[in-house]
């Protein structure tokens, strides 16, 4: 007789090995549904796989999301979006600028939020946050062969989010500070060497704020006013970390043609953020112009392309190139922003769905420093889930944007911890 089954006699029993049979599946169906919804295969006419995969669980995943707090409400605005897109493209039905496919391929994009959540909050049940985001790295480092690599940049466009959430999430890196402000230190150099430099600045935060966090060891609950008082040393980090960086792109630390490009983009705006996203004016004119929304599946027709290309010169950019003619209108609308696209494309419900993915997420962010709990990985992608909300597509932002959510919310049960410990005898 062994050791395990002297001391606890329940070990052997026919219920006991049924129950660890089923916990291995379970672990095993929660590893793939992961890896597919991390993988970037779409069917015509352009619908996901992985969320067909969350809707066909969803009667298993449904009830997490009355256990992650903000969850739900996510999940109602979404709902409410879908169909405020829906009716606002019917509403231009009788001037003849509407797409049937494309309304259904934007209502099955904002829909697919909720039904991914969903699933990722049922695998983190099953995996741990850890498991979550390697097994989902791991997902879209393979999509590369689905996708393909850009070949203008690969670290830029192809590699730096599916490596940065493997490095970040490998075995014991969760649990060891020291370890994930290193990583975290060799991939703003790679991205910065790179000329990647949103991606180095947002890890330069997430390393600062490694090393002024707890290493791991949980408080009890925090209150709000930790909470909001670890956000205000995000924002201020933030704010130095960009200073800094852009310090060191004008001293032509990270090559001339980021010293130069920048330059032209402060010149251009006064700013290198809005010198370099062009398309807000877009987004502030078009929003302006109609608060109440344009639809999911209507189309930019002549006066609502000069109303976006007016707010784009306002900034001092020429929107006449195929860039803005045939990306930004030339099928719907694309202002390369998550709130801004999300309001174009649903009205007022989008924008608020915009605004309460960011806040709840923020919110799960600030309670897991408070207690001491966030790791470097959770924290670069709520980092960069905030950056998407003012300079990232809807469509591209959707990449990660379940992932991030399903990780940082909280958990309603206050004998959960914030990042759930990754369970035992898991496969990966």
């Not at 493997?166 to 290193?182: E, F, T």
Request: hydrophobic fraction near 50%; glycine fraction near 10%; charge should be positive.
């Amino acid at each position: 007789m062994t050791i395990s089954s002297w001391s606890d006699p329940r070990s052997s029993t026919p219920a006991a090995v049924n129950s660890r049979s089923l916990h291995g599946w379970e672990t095993t169906a929660a590893h793939v549904a992961v890896f597919i919804i991390a993988i970037r295969y779409r069917f015509s006419p352009d619908i996901p796989l992985g969320f067909l995969l969350a809707a066909a669980l969803l009667p298993v995943t449904a009830h997490h999301l009355l256990r992650h707090r903000g969850a739900f409400t996510i999940t109602v605005m979404v709902i409410v979006s879908a169909v405020s897109g829906v009716l606002l493209t019917f509403g231009q039905a009788p001037h003849g600028n509407i797409a049937a496919s494309l309304a259904t391929v934007q209502t099955v994009r904002v829909l697919g939020i909720a039904l991914v959540l969903a699933a990722l909050l049922w695998a983190r049940s099953v995996l741990g946050v850890r498991r979550v985001i390697l097994t989902f790295g791991l997902g879209s480092l393979a999509s590369l062969a689905v996708s393909g690599i850009n070949p203008d940049n690969v670290w830029k466009f192809s590699l730096s989010v599916p490596v940065t959430l493997i490095l970040l999430s490998l075995p014991g890196m969760d649990k060891h500070r020291g370890r994930q402000l290193v990583a975290a230190l060799l991939l703003v150099t790679i991205s910065a060497l790179n000329d990647s430099r949103s991606a180095a600045g947002l890890l330069l935060v997430a390393a600062a704020l490694t090393v002024v966090g707890k290493g791991g060891r949980h408080v009890p609950e925090p209150g709000a006013w930790r909470s909001w008082g670890a956000l205000t040393r995000v924002a201020l980090i933030g704010v130095g970390a960009y200073l800094a960086t852009q310090a060191a792109i004008l001293e032509g630390v990270l090559g001339e043609a980021a010293r130069s490009r920048t330059e032209a983009q402060i010149s251009q705006s006064g700013s290198a953020l809005i010198g370099g996203r062009p398309e807000m004016g877009a987004a502030f004119a078009l929003i302006t112009d109609r608060p109440w929304g344009y639809g999911a599946g209507t189309l930019a027709d002549y006066a609502t392309t000069m109303v976006g290309k007016a707010g784009m010169k306002a900034l001092g950019y020429d929107p006449n190139n195929g860039y803005v003619e045939n990306y930004m209108f030339g099928y719907g609308f694309e202002v390369h922003s998550l709130l801004g696209d999300l309001w174009i494309l649903f009205g007022f419900a989008g924008a608020v769905l915009a605004v309460l993915i960011v806040a709840f997420a923020l919110n799960g962010l600030g309670a897991s420093l408070a207690r001491g709990a966030a790791t470097a990985a959770v924290t670069f992608l709520v980092l960069r889930l905030v950056w998407d909300f003012a300079f990232s597509p809807f469509p591209s932002a959707m990449a990660f944007l379940p992932l991030t959510l399903a990780v940082a919310l909280p958990p309603l049960s206050r004998g959960e911890t914030v990042l759930q410990p990754d369970p035992p005898r898991s496969p990966v």
